[in-house]
């Protein structure tokens, strides 16, 4: 049944673009049920008055301001917690589709040995094990990334409004404020990956993290847990450092075996080309599981390159 669902998705869909379908979304959101257990972090809301009619929502500068009213305190506890100078100024952010799990990693500088910030639930992501290959397959793409953060947008699942009783609500084109990141999915390694596999097929694009629980490929949250994501996302120091970066992997290389999980999945790659594939995505996974230093991710020849920064 979901591979039939995918298949009329793709016939509407182009990743999460602007131009999805949203009833079709809407349709796609409830095959998704969100994780529960106690090892998410929560981040309590403080209570506010509403947002002052006349007020800019849609404003970047509003948009930090309030997330930082609702947030901040828990958010600046948790630092405190897990030894984090407050707000942290570099930000890398791992997802494992399978377990629909998304941790936050921080520190003071890039060279710092990286601290584990939060994890949080993944409300809705294509959680099947392999890299997306082609526009309007709904997959989630597998890899290095980088996240732009980008305001507006024309679909209602972009769309938050910031006061205590209605952030939970489903969003509303032009209600409230529009926040999302992006990732420059597809890179060069990815355009090639497509053109061996399926020759000219359009790889796709417009993968996005965002909140209202929806997603035909991309990463989504429950709104309030996304506020904490795109909030790190603001204190991460792009100036310095570039846009946040993103690791996408398909599960937990630790508790999950590669030549079994290639043959559970549909994919237009074969068992062995997933397994060669996985075996490249996890040496970055082994090398931040040993120390916990931000990865610099290069290729060449269509493999991966990965070393610690200093």
Known sequence: MRYI????????????SDSQNQKVAQIYNKTFKEPKGSKFTVFEIDTLADIKKGTNEKSSA?????????????????????????PPKYVMFRMFKEEKEFEIWASAKRSDTLKLLAVLPVCAVDDEA????QQGDGKTPEGFFSCKIL???????MWIKLNNKEIDNSGNVGYGSSFK???????TIDRNRTRKILGKADPGGAICLHGNCVTAGCISFE?????????SARYHNSKTYGYPKIQIFPFRFSENDKDEMSTKVYSEMSPEQLVSFWSEIEKAYNLFEKNHKAIKVNFTNNTYNFSEYQ
Not at 5 to 16: N, R
Not at 181 to 187: E, G, N, R, S, V
């Open 5 to 16: 669902l995918i298949i009329f998705i793709s016939v509407f869909l182009s990743a999460c």
């Open 62 to 86: 509003f948009i930090k301001y309030r997330l930082e009213q609702l947030i901040g305190k828990s958010y600046r506890k948790r630092c405190e917690e897990t030894g984090i100078s407050y």
């Open 130 to 133: 392999g890299p997306k290959l």
């Open 151 to 157: 305001y507006g947008s024309s679909n209602w699942f």
């Open 181 to 187: 990141m992006c990732i420059d999915y597809p890179i």
């Open 223 to 231: 709104n309030r847990n996304f506020l904490p994501v795109f909030l």
